[in-house]
């Protein structure tokens, strides 16, 4: 299996509190990703980052920001969380972009009440 | 339009069918194509990777792209109750990220 962890594994916030997810590699893969999976919609692309400080954005970006200030970790930031972030976020890594397998974290359940 | 479309299903069948999940997509420059398997509560797992048009087989798995019509499928022989799970397409052209379908989900009964 990829080393790729993701924390919190589970975790319930209230509405308008600010949500950090983190992704742990030790792949030494440049680029990492940032995925929400929802019912209907499958998995859809919020961030993503191609190195160390580079990152840019995805199909479903609004309320979340992200930082790399190391190969090796990648965070994800619901700025206020909101019922509509409620999902499950996936962490994903490929070592040379989209042409190549992304292999996946285990997945943050998160739920915003 | 989505870039990718697939059926979610469900899709049932006894175990030993041969199973055939399906995606389309409508981007021409997609050259990379995979499949991935996710079972609950689980992440994904790359089951099979294809650059470009053709075939690949692994074990009871073939993959397949036909650029052409731009379609591509995936076969399962003799599937089995643990290949119970939802089945995602996903593809890419040269850029930074994957393209996914939403997910078949199967269910193999014995």
């Known amino acids: 299996d990829a080393g790729i962890t993701q924390s919190p594994r589970h975790k319930v916030t209230e509405t308008g509190t600010p949500v950090t997810l983190r992704c742990h590699q030790t792949?030494?893969?440049?680029?990492m990703y940032w995925y929400r999976q929802d019912p209907g919609h499958g998995l859809r692309l919020i961030h993503y980052?191609?190195?160390?400080?580079?990152?840019d954005k995805g199909e479903v970006s609004d309320g979340y920001s992200v930082s790399r200030s190391k190969t090796e970790d990648f965070l994800l930031t619901l700025e206020s969380a909101t019922s509509s972030q409620t999902s499950v976020y996936f962490c994903?890594?490929?070592?040379?972009?989209?042409?190549?397998?992304?292999?996946f974290g285990q997945g943050t359940r998160l739920t915003v009440v | 339009q989505k870039e990718v479309e697939q059926d979610p299903g469900p899709l049932s069948v006894p175990e030993g069918a041969i199973v055939s999940l399906n995606c389309t997509y409508s981007?021409?420059?997609?050259?990379?194509f995979m499949w991935y398997r996710q079972y609950s509560r689980k992440g994904p797992e790359l089951l099979m990777y294809?650059?470009?048009?053709g075939n690949k087989e692994d074990g009871r798995f073939t993959a397949q792209v036909d650029k052409s019509s731009k379609y591509i499928s995936l076969f399962i022989r003799d599937s089995q109750p643990s290949d119970s799970a939802t089945y995602l397409c996903a593809m890419a052209n040269s850029g930074y990220a994957l393209n996914f379908g939403k997910g078949t989900s199967l269910l193999v009964t014995p």
């Open positions: 981007n021409s420059a997609f050259q990379y």
């Open positions: 994903a890594i490929t070592s040379t972009g989209g042409g190549t397998e992304a292999f």
């Open positions: 980052s191609y190195g160390v400080k580079d990152t």
């Open positions: 792949e030494n893969h440049r680029y």
């Open positions: 294809t650059y470009s048009s």
